[in-house]
């Protein structure tokens, strides 16, 4: 079976990167800014810098008005540590630009063992009542795969909704070889909009919300993620 080297690259690694941007930082907390936290709180968790307002432990981090905060759980059962906030692995904090860099493991895919024949997996951002909101300057949507329309249902309200569609012309080794733009030939990209806190990643094929895909036998399985714009070209 055909598979294009962009899709072996993402089933092996599997973690994608993704940049959430710091809101409430820059609004609450410039006088705070010039406090410290106690002397005890840790300042890096393994190889990773965590500057005030994160902390790790008790009284370490700022509470936002809106009662969230900026706590991070040091995982140390990694050899180095890692530091997370829920879901997400912290891969770097820039207080300058205000942007947290993470990485998250599970990536939306569909796979299709006959035409109508599917399974699949979807997957929500959810920052609602978090003190960020996914960075729309530092992130792209980006889909991989043959005849499959990878579509964004968003906003708390779920008032947003956009997409990009991807076909293989029959030859999934011409479709979006490395180094070529994603245009639509094997990978597709689309910009997001400003100030986005919840969004939904999920599937149709062939250009429409259906359950058949004629590329199943040459391009079984499609995949879409969420990624900043420069680690996946």
Not at 49 to 73: E, K, M, Q, R
Not at 118 to 138: C, E, V, W
Not at 150 to 178: H, L, N, R, W
């Amino acid at each position: 079976m055909a598979t294009n080297k962009r899709v072996v690259e993402l089933e092996r690694c599997m973690l994608i990167g993704v940049c959430l941007l710091l809101l409430c930082l820059l609004h609450t907390a410039e006088a705070q800014l010039m406090q410290h936290p106690p002397a005890d709180c840790p300042e890096t968790c393994g190889n990773i810098a965590i500057p005030y307002p994160f902390g790790i432990g008790n009284n370490c981090s700022l509470l936002g008005p809106a009662g969230d905060d900026f706590t991070v759980v040091c995982n140390d059962s990694y050899n180095p540590p890692r530091p997370f906030r829920g879901d997400y692995e912290i891969t770097g904090i820039v207080l300058e630009e205000g942007v947290l860099n993470a990485s998250y493991t599970a990536v939306p895919y569909i796979c299709y063992s006959s035409p109508n024949t599917s399974q699949q997996f979807t997957m929500s951002f959810d920052l609602a009542g978090s003190p960020f909101l996914i960075s729309t300057t530092g992130n792209k949507f980006t889909a991989i795969g043959c005849n499959t329309l990878a579509m964004i249902i968003g906003k708390e309200d779920m008032t947003y909704f956009t997409g990009c569609i991807s076909y293989c012309g029959g030859d999934v080794q011409k479709a979006a070889p490395d180094g070529s733009p994603c245009s639509g030939l094997g990978c597709c990209q689309t910009e997001l909009t400003p100030e986005l806190s919840f969004l939904n990643v999920t599937w149709g094929v062939d250009g429409h919300n259906d359950t058949t895909n004629s590329a199943w036998d040459y391009s079984p399985c499609s995949y879409a993620f969420i990624a900043d714009k420069n680690w996946y070209t």
